[in-house]
């Protein structure tokens, strides 16, 4: 099974401390980490076990930059066959729309049985997986954290709903899913690794390789566009209790009495 | 300004909270905004949701179709693409169904697309102003939306407080437009989530920890603390993640609904879909390391302070306590 | 009396002794032989081992370790009784090899006379073989009825052979009994050889027993002893290849070619330099053949005798490792894929085959089993080579692979911001008192390294703000290099990440070498450790245990008596200051200097110290265990009478301090770092008011 699985650079938010710049429109982007999105990683992970069950090879794509390479080959010192880069000037500011449509572009000039991507993104809202599926026609499942590969190109998956419950589904080949985090253990990926696959080519292919309208994507097309980041003016926000963490506990313990909290 | 629809989630003929947040929300768009309600499903439930409905919605569109007898995002997609009007503006709740509908939605009816947003305010020139938040809640940020052909825009439940509305709608049946529907994905079943031996949602004080207790044995001093409050432990996901609890401990929009009198917080970030399983308003006590954690804005008290000093502080503070209540009685 | 031995001999009887006395040695000989060349062979495939350096000191090492058994009487009752064993075999075996010649039946009557040296050597390997036959009698009673608990097998391991070691026991027995039969019976076969065994020995008592029996009887006993020695003999030299036994033969060259460096790691690759790493095609051992030939060795001589896990403090705390048994299965491994008798086998992986992963991610690297082990074998090397290998093939427990991206990204396991690595010393009420300078374009006489978790970790912060002070207060020309400090990568290079470990390590390198330090300081073992072995080309590095007894010696420093002079201190020994850098008095002297200071010692101190659970990245796994390292360490030193511990690491701190909460034991015990103490002790010019933050942190 040829698998395809879409990864993003982001910044990672176990390693820094996501602040807002001076100027107030973006986050301070000075000394920050990035990585692999967590979900994009579990996606490479369970496209990796999928293979290795069946049979077939998988294929990391990004639309990016030169930085954005990073991630395509620590998918790859990872087990990716193949790392891509879809990158050329007129791809920028593209909103979700557009990255999908840069993304179905790359789909349709290759073979794929089965398209993954992360739910979402620490600075996304788990867009691109459903628009690229619609865009190319194919069903979609989002929240997926078991996939099961049956006969006759058909997959059985489980998505995660509400109250911890699982619903289960048959959905046919070619299809798109986006995972969810904790449907594997995704496998280490160590500097060794990473050395092994330095040198090897990532092709890259821009807007007239694969066939998309400029007019369709970057920011011009973009129908959605971040003004600005900012921390949000505090509600009410909470009482902050100071003091001594005797005093605390005592005034704690008082208004979970008080609250009918207390049940012992 | 377009047409402004309102998706309606229900289950066993009720309708879900979001359907009168949605009009809110829609008011936000547009003061003087009628929207639709679309509810799709089959049989009497549906028609009861539809007639609960009304009182709301000054229009309910029913779609009724075998096929959709269980809310299956595909199929949905299908039956609303027949009938929605070019240029709809459609509002759909931010959960696990709404994630999956929204986005293939947007496509399909080549609308633009806002995800999980908290507020909305119509901008001049076809566009609206709304925010959203990034990086686990950390930062909010506006964005703009060019709504000239439509827009989809799935709504943050709880972002909006239901406002009381006067009208009594009309229901209209719209599944004859529908048509025959099929989808290549096919609906097995529901595995409900095994109930362990805690039911999180039965307690009226739940000690809720998070990654902040930083390993399984750490575990236990939030133990110690639920029996001497008589209270059971609940968590966020990362700890279910970690495996030093079970899933059935899980509070959130991919765990259980709780609606406890009061919630400790210990060591949680307060990211969206953790709250998104706290329902009724409990009253919430927040204990972080990190003063700026997003739990600070949504609780009632807030303490800064290591979880892993506090809670046994606590406990022997309740032990002390239950001591002296025995002793009095 | 010639006459009557060659009178006395039936002569149908001589030719088939001999044929059958040859033939047995032959044989025996042959198939010794061929037996050692099948246990080499997998030697001969493994990985290169650079063993053949300093022959000087291994040579002194094969005098104590071997010749003396200085590891022995660790254990006293086993101790002694290998002792005695162990001089009889040495003792013994040049009668051995000359009874192979002297034994030749019909030999008798070409002997020479004895003289004098020959005749007292007669004499002490009679009481030799004496002795060794007792202890084999003891040592038979001890396993059957007094099972020491070390040789117990537990079931995850597989099954004991007690059977197999009792046999064995008995043929020794009846090694040395033919022994002194055939010395019994010596000396009224040959008059010209014979000598009256040694009063009291076993070969008298024999003597005594047969004395009265026929020349023609006597020539049979002793001709059978001769035959039933060699048999023994050889039976023995073929089957000890197939056991634990086979440590008699092995054991003078594992001692000789045992590890001379301690407290580092052998590279990934012997005769690899770290440029050519990228080639090598696997790192790591996964299978058999990629240990190296040592290794093979150690595995070969185990004797099985359960010291190493008896200490294991992993062992003690339920997790599922027993170095024993690391030994004890992949010999048994090598037994079964390179038998003696047939055919050698496919590799198989040995992580997931006989080992567990959780099996060897719980080992703590605290040196305890090699410190025990009377034959010098090692585990450490061993275990971070299966580590190497299951990083390699990407085999990491969720929990480490965080804090090792995050040591790649920030330098520090937890992720934090490198420009907050100096922020400890930031503390307001602390930067009044001391100024602690950035080793950034300014350069100091000393350096204190303070590694990542002291830097980070806001309890153990106060260890860093105290050595500060304390290098202060010693009028210390000192800094920090801050921001450009990364972690010591310590951990990360005994958790198997070599490589992330080479670019701490050339990342510091730098950094102290720009600061023009010319020492280096810390009160981090684990970092005292990596830059004393792990680094190259540094400036000399003292822990700050060793800075503070100087200084008193020096009178630099002065300490003043406790206020409460009440409580009951135990020092424990980190693992990385004491057993691996042998480092044990001078925290006792620092602690002795205080006035008033009740001390006492645990019974596991010093060198076998037992570990608190780890440091480094070992606070980020998440062992199967029935009870904590730590908690079994609290228990030690509240069994020892102390309601004080002090530390002198601070991951000690760490596990002490959580496990002093994890039992409740907060008003009955408490945890202080040997810098804080001595920093609120020290005796400062009046007009300087100090109010030392460790104080209301610890107390």
Redesign the interface.
């Known amino acids: 099974m040829n698998i395809l699985v879409c990864v993003r650079r982001v910044p990672?938010t176990?390693?820094?401390?996501i602040q807002l710049n001076s100027a107030g429109n973006d986050i301070e982007r000075d000394?920050l980490?990035y990585?692999i999105n967590e979900w994009d990683n579990y996606a490479v992970e369970e496209a990796l076990q999928i293979t290795a069950r069946v049979g077939g090879e998988v294929t990391v794509v990004t639309v990016g930059d030169e930085e954005d390479e990073e991630v395509l080959r620590r998918e790859m010192a990872?087990g990716a066959k193949q790392g891509v880069m879809l990158t050329d000037e007129v791809f920028t500011g593209s909103d979700a729309k557009g990255i999908a449509t840069i993304l179905k572009g790359y789909v349709d000039k290759n073979k794929f049985d089965l398209i993954l991507t992360g739910v979402q993104a620490e600075d996304g809202g788990a867009q691109v997986g459903g628009m690229l599926a619609a865009l190319l026609d194919y069903p979609f499942a989002s929240l997926v954290n078991a996939i099961e590969v049956r006969d006759a190109g058909k997959l059985k998956i489980t998505r995660e709903i509400a109250g911890g419950n699982k619903e289960i589904s048959e959905i046919d080949l070619p299809c798109v899913l986006s995972i969810q985090t904790g449907i594997n253990?995704?496998?280490?990926?160590?500097?060794?690794?990473i050395?092994?696959v330095a040198s090897v080519e990532i092709p890259q292919f821009g807007a007239s390789e694969l066939g998309v309208d400029k007019g369709a994507v970057g920011e011009a097309a973009a129908r959605v566009r971040r003004l600005d980041y900012f921390i949000p003016a505090l509600g009410k926000g909470a009482e902050m209790l100071t003091g001594e963490r005797d005093q605390i506990v005592e005034r704690v313990f008082d208004l979970l009495k008080e609250r009918g909290g207390v049940q012992a | 300004m377009n047409r402004i629809f309102a998706y309606i989630e229900h289950k066993g003929g009720v309708a879900d909270d979001s359907a009168a947040e949605l009009i809110a929300a829609a008011r936000k768009l547009d003061p003087s905004a009628s929207p639709v309600a679309i509810a799709i499903g089959l049989g009497p439930e549906l028609d009861s949701v539809c007639e609960s409905l009304r009182a709301g919605y000054a229009e309910v569109w029913k779609i009724a179709n075998d096929a959709l007898a269980y809310p299956n995002a595909e199929l949905v997609r299908q039956a609303l693409v027949k009938v929605l009007p070019a240029g709809s503006i459609v509002l759909v709740p931010h959960t696990h169904f709404g994630l999956d509908l929204a986005p293939g939605l947007s496509i399909k009816l080549n609308a633009a697309y806002v995800p999980d947003i908290l507020a909305i305010e119509p901008l001049a020139g076809n566009s609206l102003r709304l925010v959203r938040q990034e990086f686990g809640g950390q930062l909010s940020a506006h964005v703009t939306c060019d709504i000239s052909t439509g827009a989809v825009i799935s709504v943050r439940p709880g972002a909006f407080k239901p406002e009381p509305s006067a009208a009594t709608g009309q229901i209209v049946d719209k599944s004859s437009e529908v048509g025959s529907l099929s989808a290549r994905r096919r609906y097995l079943e529901t595995v409900v989530a095994e109930a362990g031996e805690v039911d999180i949602t039965k307690h009226a004080l739940l000690v809720s920890i998070g990654r902040g207790i930083q390993?399984?044995?750490n575990v236990?001093?939030a133990e110690d603390l639920a029996q001497a409050l008589g209270a059971a432990v609940s968590c966020s996901r990362p700890v279910v993640d970690?495996k030093w609890l079970e899933k059935s401990r899980q509070v959130g929009s991919s765990g259980k609904t709780v609606k406890p009198k009061v919630y400790m917080a210990l060591g949680i970030s307060g990211s969206f879909q953790h709250l998104a399983g706290l329902k009724g308003n409990p009253f919430i006590i927040a204990v972080n390391k990190n003063a700026k954690a997003p739990i600070f804005q949504v609780a009632d008290i807030g303490i800064v302070d290591?979880i892993?000093e506090f809670i046994?502080a606590l406990t022997e503070k309740a032990r002390e306590g239950a001591k002296a209540g025995a002793a009095e009685a | 009396m010639q006459g009557l031995s060659s009178a006395a001999q039936p002569s149908s009887w001589v030719l088939p002794a001999q044929v059958l006395f040859v033939s047995i040695q032959a044989f025996g000989l042959a198939l010794f032989c061929y037996i050692v060349k099948q246990r080499l062979a997998p030697m001969l495939r493994a990985e290169r081992d650079f063993r053949f350096d300093r022959p000087w000191q291994r040579i002194q090492n094969v005098l104590q370790y071997w010749l003396g058994q200085w590891k022995h009487p660790r254990y006293p009752g086993a101790g002694i009784l290998h002792i005695l064993i162990f001089a009889g075999f040495i003792v013994l075996a040049i009668r051995s090899f000359t009874l192979l010649v002297v034994g030749m039946p019909g030999s008798a009557d070409y002997a020479a006379e004895p003289g004098l040296l020959a005749h007292l050597y007669g004499l002490v390997t009679d009481y030799a073989a004496t002795i060794v036959f007792l202890c084999m009698i003891v040592a038979v009673v001890r396993r059957m009825v007094f099972k020491p608990a070390r040789y117990a097998v537990p079931p995850q391991y597989g099954q004991g052979h007690p059977a197999d070691a009792i046999f064995l026991l008995g043929l020794i027995a009846i090694l040395m009994f033919a022994d002194s039969l055939f010395a019994a019976s010596e000396p009224v076969v040959s008059q010209a050889r014979g000598e009256a065994p040694a009063a009291l020995s076993l070969a008298w008592l024999l003597n005594l027993a047969i004395g009265s029996t026929s020349a023609a009887s006597l020539w049979g006993i002793h001709t059978g002893a001769s035959i039933l020695h060699a048999s023994a003999f050889y039976f023995l030299l073929c089957y000890r290849p197939f056991g634990i036994q086979f440590h008699v033969e092995t054991s003078l060259f594992n001692v000789y070619f045992a590890r001379l460096d301690r407290g580092t790691v052998k590279p990934v690759r012997w005769g690899v330099s770290e440029a050519d790493l990228?080639n090598v095609q696997s790192?790591g051992v996964k299978k058999f053949e990629d240990f190296t030939w040592k290794h093979i060795l150690d595995f070969y001589s185990c004797a099985d005798c359960g010291r190493c896990s008896d200490k294991c403090p992993a062992n003690a705390a339920g997790r599922p490792l027993s170095p024993r048994f690391l030994s004890i299965k992949a010999r048994d491994y090598a037994f079964h894929h390179f038998p003696v008798f047939g055919k050698a086998d496919n590799s198989h992986a040995l992580v997931g085959g006989i080992y567990s992963e959780d099996e060897i991610w719980s080992c703590t690297t605290c040196g305890q089993c090699e410190e025990e082990c009377p034959l010098l074998i090692e585990y450490i090397n061993k275990i971070v080579d299966l580590r190497r290998g299951m990083?390699?093939?990407?085999?990491?427990p969720?929990?480490?692979?965080?804090p090792?991206?995050?040591l790649?990204?920030?330098g520090n396991p937890y992720?934090k911001?490198?420009?907050k690595r100096a922020d400890w010393a930031k503390n307001k009420e602390f930067a009044a008192q001391c100024q602690v300078k950035t080793l950034d374009g300014d350069t100091a006489d000393t350096l204190f390294f303070v590694d990542s978790v002291t830097s980070y970790d806001?309890r153990i912060q106060s260890i860093g703000r105290a050595t500060a002070r304390i290098l202060d207060a010693a009028g210390t020309d000192f800094g920090i290099l801050g921001a450009a400090e990364k972690d010591s990568g310590h951990e990360v290079r005994r958790f198997g990440?070599?490589?992330?470990f080479l670019?701490l390590r050339d990342e510091n390198t730098a950094a102290i070498k720009e600061s023009g330090a010319k020492r280096i300081v810390t009160a981090d073992p684990h970092a005292f450790n990596a830059l004393r072995h792990d680094y190259k080309d540094m400036p000399p590095i003292e822990h700050i245990s060793q800075f503070i007894a100087r200084e008193i010696k020096q009178g630099t420093l002065k300490l003043q008596g406790l206020e409460d002079a009440t409580k009951v201190y135990a020092y424990h020994d980190p693992c990385y200051l004491g057993r691996h850098n042998q480092i044990y008095d001078e925290p006792r002297f620092v602690l002795d200097a205080i006035p008033g200071l009740k001390r006492v010692e645990m019974a596991r101190c010093r060198d076998r110290s037992f570990c608190c659970g780890g440091g480094g990245l070992m606070l980020f796994y998440?062992p199967k265990e029935s009870e904590?390292m730590g908690v079994l360490r609290v228990k030690m030193a509240a069994e020892a009478g102390a309601n004080v511990i002090i530390t002198a690491c601070p991951f000690c701190m760490v596990n002490i301090e959580d496990a002093i909460?994890?039992t409740g034991m907060e008003l009955k015990m408490s945890a202080i770092d040997l810098a804080e103490l001595v920093d609120r002790q020290l005796l400062r010019a009046p007009n300087v008011r100090e109010v030392p933050i460790a104080v209301e942190a610890v107390w």
């Open positions: 990672d176990s390693e820094n401390e000394d980490v990585s990872m253990e995704p496998r280490y990926v160590g500097m060794r690794g050395r092994q | 390993e399984q044995d236990a001093i970690a290591d892993l046994p | 990228d790192f990083i390699d093939d990407g085999k990491v969720q929990t480490l692979q965080k090792l991206k995050a790649e990204s920030r992720g911001l490198e420009k806001d990440e070599e490589l992330l670019a998440e904590r909460k994890v």
